[in-house]
T-cell receptor, first 117, second 114 residues
Framework: GAGVSQTPSNKVTEKGKYVELRCDPI?????LYWYRQSLGQGPEFLIY????????DSGLPNDRFFAVRPEGSVSTLKIQRTERGDSAVYLC???FGSGIRGAGELFFGEGSRLTVL | AQSVTQLGSHVSVSEGALVLLRCNYS??????LFWYVQYPNQGLQLLLK??????LVKGINGFEAEFKKSETSFHLTKPSAHMSDAAEYFC????????????FGAGTRLFVKA
């Protein structure tokens, strides 16, 4: 079946602009994760959803960042008033969620590279 | 809170030599542990996982890792490196319930010399 799909693959914007990044998870996966990866670093946890609700948003750096998953499938990461420091690759992953099945294995998309000028 | 420390941001081995990538974790509950690999211009993919069954875990491409609770370690090994193993490797931990947030280490880039 199809993997995790992220759009856009590349986004260049100007400082202060608003940006939306979209993630379409694998069908049937109940858990969805957003990570941010800067050059030379590991994925930094931002938020994860179980179904429609944000189960843990402790990684969101500040109130400019917000994510939604209104129908429990597609998710959108929203960044307001972008800053140059927001430049990174934003990764989305999905999984079967809690329980034995999948045991927490994450399936990643190829990421959305955000560049803030 | 969980955390992961990967010792060595870069490791270089010769083709055919042993690969050893080190990972130490911190977790207040029995953890699930993972190794992911990221090949150039590709997304992260699971290499292997530990979920409280056998402490020696075998993964894809000849890699394996051993969970050592006393040392809080989960080092990744492969007996004989291939050129195709050149990639970035990430160790990760979740809190053992599956589906909860997964925390990644900073990564180790593996170079394989001919």
């Amino acid at each position: 079946g199809a993997g995790v799909s992220q759009t856009p693959s590349n986004k260049v914007t100007e400082k202060g602009k608003y940006v939306e990044l979209r993630c379409d998870p694998i069908s049937g996966h109940t858990a969805l994760y957003w990570y941010r990866q800067s050059l030379g670093q590991g994925p930094e946890f931002l938020i994860y959803f179980q179904g429609t609700g944000a189960a843990d948003d402790s990684g969101l750096p500040n109130d400019r960042f917000f994510a939604v998953r209104p129908e429990g499938s597609v998710s959108t990461l929203k960044i307001q008033r972008t800053e140059r420091g927001d430049s990174a690759v934003y990764l989305c992953a999905s999984s079967f969620g809690s329980g034995i099945r999948g045991a927490g294995e994450l399936f990643f998309g190829e990421g959305s590279r955000l560049t803030v000028l | 809170a969980q955390s992961v420390t990967q010792l060595g941001s870069h490791v270089s081995v010769s083709e055919g030599a042993l690969v050893l990538l080190r990972c130490n974790y911190s977790s207040s509950v029995p953890p699930y542990l993972f190794w992911y690999v990221q090949y150039p211009n590709q997304g992260l993919q699971l290499l292997l996982k530990y979920t409280s069954a056998a402490t020696l875990v075998k993964g894809i491409n000849g890699f394996e890792a051993e969970f050592k609770k006393s040392e809080t370690s989960f080092h990744l090994t492969k007996p004989s490196a291939h050129m195709s193993d050149a990639a970035e490797y990430f160790c990760a931990v979740s809190d053992g319930s599956g589906g909860f947030k997964t925390i990644f280490g900073a990564g180790t880039r593996l170079f394989v010399k001919a």
